[in-house]
């Protein structure tokens, strides 16, 4: 299975902090999936630090691309495909990381490892 990573996931994984759930970790953790980190994780994670409401990740989002190959995650860039998908997508929720990461978990048809219950809304198949 391909399934892509939200970006308090890939920082929970990345730090082995506890609030990972288990169906998560299991997921994460088996060899025969394919894991794969958004560029959106790494621009919402640079952009939060820089803000100073995330600092605690500080380490994780400067290593970012080191943390994805020590891992063997898939690196996922943002296509056109995946912004306009991101753009049309209903309701009033306006993150635009969780709308990208929904339009890229849809169009590349993956689950979305979150604990986060936004992305239902959006339709997005989710693991947690």
Not at 11 to 32: C, G, K, Q, Y
Not at 56 to 76: K, T, Y
Not at 103 to 114: K, R
């Amino acid at each position: 299975m391909k399934l892509v990573l939200d970006s308090h996931v890939f920082f929970w994984w990345s730090v082995n902090h506890p609030n990972l759930s288990r169906a998560a970790r299991t997921v994460i953790e088996d060899p025969d999936n394919e894991v794969y980190a958004s560029a959106v994780v790494a621009w919402e994670m640079a952009t939060k630090v820089r803000l100073g409401k995330w600092n605690e990740a500080r380490p994780v989002a400067v290593s970012f691309d080191d943390v994805v190959i020590r891992n063997g995650f898939v690196p996922l860039s943002i296509s056109p495909v995946h912004a306009r998908v991101a753009g049309f997508l209903p309701g009033r929720h306006g993150d635009p990381f969780d709308r990208m990461l929904a339009a890229q978990a849809q169009v590349e048809q993956m689950p979305l490892v979150t604990a986060d219950p936004a992305f239902k809304a959006f339709g997005t198949t989710v693991i947690w």
